[in-house]
């Protein structure tokens, strides 16, 4: 009896664990963010640092402002000529024009669909042959890395329960299976740890249950 209230317990909460896991990462970056110009600001006018609330709540708030004045900025000509020129300035920066070009073509991709980037799933053999997982199609074609690399696919392989810092893998295309999933529900599986699995079709494909 205590060993079935307690995997109860720990199925019920760990959904909401793994929430504030990721709240707390966003939280932890913004006061970081904004911890520095806020204390100096607090030592110029002689009042005492503020607190870790403190810190939170003008974070939220300074990034919130940020994001609005950065999308009224692309809503106009003026605006769109500044954002232009820190874009010119910061491609000509040694090592922060290579994150950040990476960075740009990474966000353009996923907001354009440009060659089916991340909305293709496939089933791969990862991380050894025998064990397979699945990943989303990010190019196909890697020519410029290897020679026949025409023939294989880059793959992006998301981790749990935080899909973000997955791994890239360049695979034969022979070797990669397509799937009938849709991005939101690879996702699903990957952060779920494969407890939501898919369930099998006729056609001998996967299929993911749709949430009721």
């Not at 740009?104 to 997982?133: C, D, H, M, N």
Request: glycine share 10%; hydrophobic share 50%; proline share 8%.
């Amino acid at each position: 009896m205590i060993r079935k209230y307690l995997l109860a317990g720990i199925f019920t909460l760990f959904p909401m664990v793994v929430t504030l896991w990721i709240l707390k990462g966003i939280f932890t970056t913004l006061v970081g963010i904004f911890r520095g110009p806020l204390t100096w600001a607090a030592h110029q006018v002689h009042v005492p640092d503020p607190p870790t609330w403190g810190l939170a709540l003008f974070s939220a708030l300074g990034t919130l402002l940020l994001l609005l004045l950065v999308g009224s900025l692309v809503g106009n000509f003026i605006g769109r000529q500044v954002l232009a020129w820190l874009d010119e300035l910061m491609m000509h920066i040694p090592v922060v024009k290579t994150i950040y070009g990476a960075t740009r073509q990474l966000v353009g991709a996923i907001q354009s669909g440009q060659g089916g980037s991340f909305k293709e799933v496939v089933l791969v053999e990862w991380p050894y042959p025998g064990s397979y997982t699945l990943g989303f199609v990010a190019s196909r074609d890697c020519s410029w890395a290897i020679p026949q690399g025409e023939t294989m696919i880059a793959v992006y392989v998301p981790t749990s329960p935080n899909p973000t810092s997955g791994y890239v893998v360049m695979i034969e295309a022979s070797r990669v299976r397509p799937v009938d999933l849709s991005a939101n529900q690879a996702l699903t599986w990957a952060v779920s740890g494969g407890v939501v699995a898919p369930a099998r079709t006729g056609t001998g494909t996967f299929r993911m249950p749709e949430p009721p």
